[in-house]
C-alpha cells in the first residue's frame, strides 16, 4: 500500500514567477521558462505536495500561493499542513527559490 495521498488531499505550492526575473525580455520568456523550471523541479514533488511554477501575469496575485482540491488556502493553514510533515514553511519556500536561482542564470546564459 502506497502512503501517498491522492491529489485532491495533497497541499499544492504554486510559484507565481514575474516576468521582470528574466530580464528586460522577460514577457516574451516566462511561459518558457516556467515549463523548464516545472521540469526541473520534478523532485520536490513529494508523496504530500504538488508544486506548480506559474508566470505571474497579474502583479495583484501572490508571489506563492497555496491550495488543496483546487481550493486557496491561506499560508497560515499551509504552514499548519507542512508542519505536519515536520516541514518549517519558510524553509520549504526559502529552498524552492533558491533551487530556481541557478535555473534562471542557465537560462538567461543559453536563452
Given at each position: 500500500?502506497?502512503?501517498?495521498?491522492?491529489?485532491?488531499?495533497?497541499?499544492?505550492?504554486?510559484?507565481?514567477?514575474?516576468?521582470?526575473?528574466?530580464?528586460?525580455?522577460?514577457?516574451?520568456?516566462?511561459?518558457?521558462?516556467?515549463?523548464?523550471?516545472?521540469?526541473?523541479?520534478?523532485?520536490?514533488?513529494?508523496?504530500?505536495?504538488?508544486?506548480?511554477?506559474?508566470?505571474?501575469?497579474?502583479?495583484?496575485?501572490?508571489?506563492?500561493?497555496?491550495?488543496?482540491?483546487?481550493?486557496?488556502?491561506?499560508?497560515?493553514?499551509?504552514?499548519?499542513?507542512?508542519?505536519?510533515?515536520?516541514?518549517?514553511?519558510?524553509?520549504?519556500?526559502?529552498?524552492?527559490?533558491?533551487?530556481?536561482?541557478?535555473?534562471?542564470d542557465q537560462y538567461l546564459g543559453?536563452?
Open positions: 500500500m502506497s502512503s501517498s495521498l491522492p491529489d485532491e488531499k495533497k497541499l499544492t505550492a504554486i510559484f507565481n514567477l514575474e516576468a521582470g526575473c528574466l530580464g528586460p525580455e522577460g514577457k516574451e520568456h516566462i511561459a518558457k521558462f516556467c515549463v523548464m523550471a516545472q521540469n526541473e523541479l520534478t523532485n520536490i514533488q513529494h508523496e504530500f505536495i504538488n508544486l506548480r511554477i506559474t508566470p505571474r501575469i497579474d502583479i495583484s496575485q501572490p508571489e506563492i500561493q497555496y491550495q488543496v482540491n483546487n481550493k486557496n488556502i491561506n499560508q497560515e493553514q499551509a504552514n499548519k499542513y507542512l508542519q505536519l510533515l515536520k516541514i518549517d514553511i519558510d524553509t520549504f519556500e526559502e529552498k524552492i527559490n533558491a533551487d530556481l536561482v541557478p535555473m534562471i543559453y536563452k
